[in-house]
């Protein structure tokens, strides 16, 4: 869609204001009921209006597990296992191209999702927008899941039996998962 002029913004507005003020109750209860109230707020620059800036994260949510593992899925089940996880607590995407076209946004605002658990993935990507990286970019804007990188400072992210170890450790640490 091409840009609108002055005039005709003028008048989207105006059109906005007035349907507004008729379903504003309607459009926020239903905002509110299907979770999209504090992006919404967002997008229009009045998330103060909750408030708190951060998302209520639960701790049972969902912990995606992304970015390239030599380790397969079966072996980090077993050892989110021994600190009581089960696996339909875990998504997981454990091929590099993966992480390049995985919608991040989906987990924006939800409270389906606690954490993410970041192995190698590429620097760019979908979902990577003016960020140096898509792990920049979910550490640094409201409503992502809280991000975990997994490996050391010398190796650089790397998903092992250790460093997966760790992770949870981490977050079990930080209250980021239960």
Not at 51 to 68: A, H, L, N, Q, Y
Not at 93 to 121: M, Q
């Amino acid at each position: 869609m091409p840009s609108l002029d002055i005039y005709a913004l003028g008048e989207l507005e105006d059109q906005i204001r007035e349907r507004l003020d008729q379903n504003l109750e309607q459009i926020l209860t239903k905002l509110n009921r299907e979770e999209k109230l504090e992006e919404f707020l967002s997008l229009i620059e009045m998330k103060d209006l909750l408030g708190d800036d951060s998302i209520d994260r639960p701790t049972d949510g969902k912990i995606i597990v992304i970015g390239e593992s030599d380790i397969d899925k079966d072996k980090l089940l077993g050892i989110a296992k021994q600190f009581g996880f089960t696996k339909d607590r875990f998504e997981f995407h454990l091929e590099y191209a993966e992480a390049k076209t995985y919608n991040f946004d989906k987990t924006r605002w939800s409270r389906n999702y606690s954490c993410i658990f970041f192995g190698p993935v590429p620097h760019s990507g979908k979902a990577k927008e003016n960020f140096s990286s898509i792990i920049a970019r979910l550490e640094t804007e409201d409503g992502f899941p809280h991000c975990v990188r997994l490996g050391t400072s010398g190796t650089g992210l790397k998903i092992t039996k250790t460093s997966f170890r760790e992770g949870m450790q981490y977050a079990i640490g930080k209250g980021f998962v239960a």
